[in-house]
């Protein structure tokens, strides 16, 4: 995954949908530490470090991107 910028963020009670989950840069977040990113929208990704998805790495179900 290539190195983006900050171009945004969302409060923490937004929900989002996860369409695909790739590997890239490792984050320090308020969930962890983790090199997952979910795909939020079309060149849309956030660090998983940031997400509460119920879940400690890949969602089951969710597609690699």
């Known amino acids: 995954m290539p190195h983006y910028s900050v171009v945004g963020s969302l409060s923490g ?19 962890g530490t983790t090199n997952i990113w979910n795909r939020i929208g079309t060149n849309r990704y956030v660090s998983d470090a940031y997400v509460n998805t119920g879940y400690s790495g890949f969602i089951p179900g969710v597609p690699r991107c």
Do not use: D, H, R
């Open 13 to 31: 009670s937004n929900a989002v949908s996860v369409y695909c989950q790739a590997t890239g840069t490792t984050v320090t977040g308020n969930k």
